[in-house]
């Protein structure tokens, strides 16, 4: 059965197969919807995917670098721009939130990929959750600069017993896109965690985000 649509182009096979079964190149093509001068369009996303090295990069790049591209101009810069924002603002809803964070790690990721992998300053998020693990609320709570971001435990605990919260989940971002977390991230985690066990608070996990790439305390056994 698969075989029947994998040859198909891209609209027909998402149709037939499911958006998951395109590749990076075929979705791009479709939000394309044409390619440039002489070239397929198929043929244009494959070299933009080229050019940049990734979705990501794509995504995020300026309209200086995007127009650099031979044949690609605004119209389709503005097109991409609009789906990333559309994108990031989808992750970012409450709703996203509750239906899908807490059904897997990686709707957390990706949740928070949405949340914080293209803010310019470090921003502190934590997540609460209740006695069920079912989510209260996503709070930013701590705002940064490009390096660093100071954090108060006793203002996390504050804000988790105002919220009845019995769990909570901590991230953090890394504008230089590397997720590698700094002894700083280590230390003031371990602050956290222990400021929260006075309270019976528990710490679920500290996920840092870069650009394609996070790093989970829970999953390296830092907790």
């Given at each position: ?111 928070l ?61 890394h504008?230089?896109?590397?997720s ?31 650009r ?12």
């Open positions: 059965m698969e075989n029947q649509w994998q040859n198909l182009p891209p609209r027909e096979k998402l149709l037939q197969g499911g958006a998951g079964a395109l590749t990076d190149t075929e979705l791009l093509a479709i939000f394309l919807r044409t390619g440039a001068s002489g070239v397929h369009v198929m043929t244009l996303a494959q070299q933009l995917l080229n050019e940049f090295g990734s979705l990501y990069r794509l995504m995020t790049a300026d309209k200086k670098a995007f127009s650099a591209i031979k044949g690609v101009g605004t119209a389709k810069f503005a097109q991409l721009n609009a789906i990333a924002e559309l994108a990031r603002r989808f992750f970012a809803c409450h709703e996203a939130l509750e239906e899908n964070v807490v059904n897997s790690s990686g709707d957390m990721v990706n949740y990929y949405g949340r914080l992998a293209h803010r310019e300053r470090e921003i502190f998020m934590v997540i609460f959750f209740d006695n069920q693990h079912r989510v209260i609320e996503a709070t930013e709570m701590f705002a940064g600069t490009l390096a660093s971001v100071e954090v108060h435990p006793r203002e996390i605990v504050r804000e988790a017993l105002k919220r009845n919260a019995a769990a909570l989940i901590l991230a953090h971002n504008p230089s896109g590397l590698r977390p700094s002894k700083a991230d280590r230390d003031v985690t371990g602050q956290i965690v222990a400021a929260c066990q006075l309270f019976n608070i528990r710490v679920l996990d500290h996920m840092v985000i870069g394609g790439e996070y790093v989970s305390f829970a999953e390296k056994g830092w907790l």
